[in-house]
Structures are given as structure tokens and as C-alpha cells.
């Protein structure tokens, strides 16, 4: 593996190892304004949700790299204590990436971007219309983590009020990640649409124990076909398979469809069982290829 050091190569570069390791993130579009009226938009990545009571948002304005100087969001920030965070979805991804330009300060980014001012109802900064979710926050703390060039400063942000363009919302009025169809950035100039194939449902009960990977047979735990992905469905069940669905499981036409073309050859029985069970478990059915896979062991 490549081992890095902090401090031994150049920052620009460990910035890029940093951001091309730590993504997808979603991207905090912020509007401040200054003490003149002054307004400004700029997106950042190192930003999160980080409480829900209170509900708290932190992104951070680093330093440049080049120049060691600082954004106008963070003078916006220090000044007034007030942001909205707007979200970036992909209709307007191109749009929000124009804000990332080094305009003049006089200069709004709203105009430069295309995107149409709402006047907010707890702060002053406007929010941007174009957005499907804008939280308006007080920032309550900003915090300095050094005067390099690429240090950030941490602005803690408590939403005070939430506006969600109801056109994204599903039948139980929950947020639809299809129909926000958020963008996060990656590394350099990538970025990810969370949307469409890349979601997928992955449901796992926090109340409900399950048998681990230590309770797997050796033989499955170290499957040369079945990746940590479907052992890990495995070991989510509450208890191993009982005698009933082994032997039901090992019954299965395809079972003996196998067992007629590799019986006689031990190596590609097993490929083919573990194939079978990666099928049935990528098709919901993992309980039952687990109960095929101990139900079909042989010692080969």
C-alpha cells in the first residue's frame, strides 16, 4: 500500500488523497451576505449534518492552498453569525460549479450563477430558489484549526427553519432520493448522482441480534466466490438455519442440476454451490442459501 505522512508531501497533493478517499460528499451551498447588503453563494464539500436536536450542520471554509487566503463566506459568517444552506441537485449542478469561482467580492454570485434570490424568514441571507431543500441557520460557533495554507474553519450552523420544495416528497412525505436527485463531490473534478442505480436499500434492524461472521463455517467464511458483501447478509440472520430448511434448501432442483454436472469434480462443485448461493442471496433469499450452503458441504 501507499503510506503517507502527513507533512512529507506537498498539502495540495495529501488535499486530493484526502478528497479522492473521504466521497462521496454532499455539498453545502452556502449564501451569506456581508454588513453592506453585500451577497455571496459558494459550495463546499466538508460539510454534514451532525445533530438532530438541536439540528446542527457544520461545513467548513478552508484556507487556500495556493495563497493561504480565506473565502468570503468565512468574513460573511464572522460578521453577521447567519447562513442558509442550500442543497445541489442535479439540475443545477453546473450551475452551483460557476459559484465556485474567485469573483470580486462586490460581485453576486447569484447573478453570475443564474439562480433566483428568495428572501428568507429568520436570517438574512437569501436563499436560493433553485434549491429543493434551503435551511436557514444562525451559526453558533466558528472554529479555527490553524493558519496553514488548507486549514479549515469549522462553521457550526443550528437550522432554525427548513424549506422543502414538496415535489421531492413520496407518498409519506419523506424525501425521495430519486426525486432530490442530490450530487456530492468526489476527488478533483468528480462527482456522484445520487440517484437511479446508484441507490440501492440496504436494511438492517439495530434491535435485532445477528449470528456474526464468527458463526459461519470456514468453508463460507473464507468462500472464494461469495464476497464480505453476502456473508455479511449471513451473518445479519437472527439464528443459523435449523434442520428442516437445510435439508429443504439442499433439495432444490438446481442443487441436483449441479450435482450432475460437477459431482465428480470437487473444486468446480463448490464454485458452482457458492455461485448458487450468491444468485439466491443477491435475489433476497439469503437465509435460504445459507441453509443450501450447509445443507450441500462436502469434504472435498
Do not use: W
Not at 182 to 210: E, T, W
Amino acid at each position: 500500500m501507499l503510506t503517507i505522512t502527513p507533512g512529507t508531501i506537498p498539502t495540495s497533493d495529501l488535499h486530493q488523497y484526502l478528497l479522492g478517499a473521504v466521497a462521496p460528499r454532499p455539498i453545502c451551498f452556502a449564501s451569506t451576505i456581508d454588513s453592506d447588503g453585500n451577497t455571496n453563494l459558494a459550495p463546499y464539500s466538508f460539510f454534514n449534518v451532525f445533530s438532530s436536536n438541536p439540528p446542527v450542520a457544520v461545513f467548513s471554509s478552508n484556507r487556500r492552498v495556493g495563497n493561504n487566503t480565506t473565502k468570503d463566506t468565512l468574513a460573511n459568517v464572522i460578521a453577521t453569525r447567519e447562513v442558509v444552506i442550500n442543497v445541489v441537485s442535479y439540475p443545477i449542478v453546473r450551475q452551483m460549479a460557476l459559484c465556485s469561482i474567485d469573483y470580486p467580492h462586490e460581485v453576486s454570485e447569484f447573478d453570475k450563477g443564474g439562480f433566483t434570490p428568495l428572501p428568507s424568514e429568520k436570517v438574512r441571507p437569501y436563499r436560493v430558489k433553485e434549491s429543493p431543500v434551503q435551511m436557514e441557520c444562525k451559526v453558533t460557533d466558528i472554529i479555527s484549526l490553524g493558519e496553514k495554507p488548507g486549514a479549515g474553519n469549522l462553521i457550526i450552523c443550528e437550522v432554525l427553519l427548513m424549506h422543502i420544495d414538496e415535489a421531492i416528497l413520496d407518498e409519506q412525505k419523506r424525501i425521495d432520493p430519486h426525486k432530490i436527485d442530490l450530487m456530492a463531490r468526489m476527488g478533483r473534478a468528480f462527482y456522484c448522482r445520487a440517484s437511479g442505480n446508484a441507490v440501492y436499500h440496504i436494511y438492517q434492524p439495530f434491535d435485532k441480534i445477528g449470528i456474526g461472521f464468527d458463526q459461519l463455517p470456514p468453508y463460507i467464511r473464507h468462500s472464494k466466490v461469495l464476497t464480505g458483501n453476502h456473508l455479511a447478509q449471513f451473518a445479519a440472520l437472527t439464528q443459523l438455519p435449523d434442520s428442516d430448511a437445510i435439508t429443504q434448501a439442499a433439495a432444490l432442483p438446481q442443487v441436483a442440476e449441479i450435482y450432475a454436472l460437477h459431482g465428480q469434480n470437487p473444486d468446480a462443485l463448490e464454485t458452482a454451490l457458492h455461485t448458487l448461493a450468491l444468485q439466491m442471496t443477491d435475489a433476497g433469499q439469503a437465509a435460504q442459501a445459507l441453509a443450501m450452503l450447509l445443507g450441500t458441504h462436502f469434504s472435498g
